[in-house]
């Protein structure tokens, strides 16, 4: 029987010896993804390793309950991955289909106190957020003139909008 130190300090060899086929292993799974998105699965499951209880049952196949650790935490992340994708196709497109009401007559009316929350909720934005959501959502600009213009990436320029999306949603269901 392996004392819990020897488990403690096998497991520590095994992560520095194994830490890149792990990230191997990770990429090989999983599409897009990044170094640091495998070095942080690869973290999560060993500080869930390292933070069993003392009196767990000992690890007798490392390598073989590490890769398996890991591929359910792969499985995890694509679980809620394709649950926020879902999500985030739909508030775009209702996003999209609420920006076209006030250039364009639309089918669906929406509630006077869900616009008047709305536009109260993008005043409040900090600037760098409110000026792309009207630039992009009711001005019409693309990312790329965006950038253009101010010198800001568009990668940059995404990723405030995207935020201040977030936020708006999330005052929208805290506010209806």
Not at 19 to 41: F, N, P, Q, W
Request: positive net charge; hydrophobic residues 35%.
């Amino acid at each position: 029987m392996v004392s819990k130190k020897q488990q403690r300090n096998n497991l520590n060899h095994f992560f520095k010896n194994e830490y890149h086929s792990l990230k191997g292993y990770v990429r090989s799974k999983i599409e897009h993804t990044t170094d640091s998105d495998a070095e942080d699965i690869i973290q999560d499951v060993a500080l869930k390793i390292f933070s069993r209880p003392s009196d767990a049952l000992p690890i007798n196949n490392i390598g073989g309950f590490v890769y398996n650790a890991i591929k359910n935490r792969i499985i995890d992340i694509m679980r809620t991955k394709k649950d926020s994708i879902q999500s985030e196709k739909n508030i775009e497109e209702l996003w999209t289909e609420f920006t076209a009401m006030f250039y364009e007559e639309t089918q669906t009316k929406y509630p006077e106190q869900l616009k008047e929350s709305l536009k109260g909720a993008i005043t409040k934005l900090k600037p760098a957020y409110r000026d792309i959501i009207v630039a992009v959502d009711f001005e019409g600009y693309t990312y790329r003139e965006i950038s253009e213009e101010t010198g800001i990436s568009p990668g940059t320029l995404m990723s405030r909008r995207h935020r201040a999306i977030s936020l708006l949603l999330k005052h929208l269901e805290k506010n209806m």
